[in-house]
């Protein structure tokens, strides 16, 4: 489904690519591929070089210390993950050959240029560049779809973000609940907050979810949420900086069909019978004539009960007709009707 963020009317599911093709413009296609055969509606990429990100520095400021990525140099590490510029164009082309949306994340404002370059129809915002607000600027100046995820943002981080794309004219915005650990864990998702985002900002929200497993994105969904955004690649065993916090194709599948079924359950305000339900209606309650009754008898207590099946009067009408008379005779375990009894 194309993306209108004004227009969601199911979850928006983004398969992320990162750094999953681990340096293999090959395997960046064929992720494509099994990200639009699991049920995805876009693949996202990530527009960066490891010199728009950071220096090439030894010193103790860019050495990462702890987490999945401890040990590694924060340029080194870029020097893995990032997808070429060269590739992109290639593979927009090859996403819209299989019929799934394209779109990426960028971090400077040479890759917003390049970008528009490339036709890019909607921006991402990484949780890391929520506070680069003149970024977020040039890129509301685009006047495009923005996607922004909230990882470590306070209140008034968002707000002020937020400000700063509508103070460029653009009120395309959603944002994403995200907690931004890698993998992340269920407990601390707080997806209450994720709502609350949505009533507060007047937007729709939906998660950027690093956990291991659905039941985050499930959950979501339940709450509310019309985007979802999951890493994936094509398997785990593939060695790189996002793999171990990244879906199988499997599990990618299973959690879109979790997710489907879980609107269908929601589904719309509805009360009354169900398609489902009508054959059961036959098991409700209704006044049955439990003794055989003459023409001209009294209604009682001992001749009527509310039993089931439901095929006779409601039972609220069963203190109505106590003290009534038969107008014909009444067999056992027929259903009683208004036009049996009266008085005489």
Not at 219 to 226: E, H, M, R, S, Y
Not at 264 to 275: E, L, N, S
Not at 288 to 314: L, S
């Amino acid at each position: 489904m194309k993306f209108d963020i004004k227009n969601l009317d199911q979850a928006y599911i983004i398969a992320e690519m990162s750094g999953n093709h681990a340096g293999s413009l090959e395997r960046a296609k064929e992720i494509i591929h099994a990200a639009k055969e699991s049920g995805a509606d876009c693949i996202k990429i990530q527009t960066y070089t490891p010199d728009t990100m950071t220096i090439d520095c030894d010193n103790e400021y860019f050495q990462i210390e702890d987490g999945t990525w401890e040990g590694e140099n924060l340029y080194h590490l870029y020097e893995k993950a990032y997808t070429p510029w060269e590739w992109q164009a290639e593979l927009k082309k090859e996403a819209e050959r299989v019929g799934i949306d394209f779109f990426s994340t960028p971090f400077d404002r040479t890759s917003v240029d390049f970008l528009e370059d490339l036709g890019i129809e909607f921006y991402k915002i990484a949780s890391f560049e929520i506070g680069d607000i003149p970024l977020l600027k040039y890129v509301a100046s685009k006047g495009k779809p923005i996607i922004m995820s909230t990882g470590m943002s306070a209140l008034a981080e968002i707000d002020e973000a937020v400000s700063a794309i509508r103070s460029m004219g653009n009120n395309r915005i959603a944002l994403l609940r995200c907690a931004s650990a890698y993998p992340a864990i269920t407990d601390e998702m707080n997806l209450a907050t994720m709502r609350n985002m949505g009533e507060v900002f007047g937007v729709p929200v939906g998660l950027s979810d690093h956990s291991m497993g659905s039941v985050g994105a499930v959950t979501a969904v339940a709450l509310g949420a019309k985007i979802i955004e999951k890493h994936f690649c094509l398997s785990r065993k593939i060695q790189n900086p996002d793999c171990t916090f990244s879906m199988e194709p499997a599990e990618f599948q299973q959690m879109v069909k979790d997710i489907r079924q879980a609107e269908k359950a929601i589904g719309r305000v509805a009360y009354g019978v169900t398609q489902q339900e009508k054959s059961n209606v036959v098991f409700k309650r209704s006044i049955f004539a439990v003794k055989d009754i003459k023409k001209g008898e009294t209604i009682n207590a001992e001749n009527v009960r509310v039993i089931r099946p439901g095929y006779g009067m409601a039972p609220k009408y069963y203190e109505d007709i106590l003290g009534q008379c038969a107008l014909r005779d009444i067999k056992r375990g027929e259903p009683m009707r208004m036009d049996m009894i009266g008085r005489l």
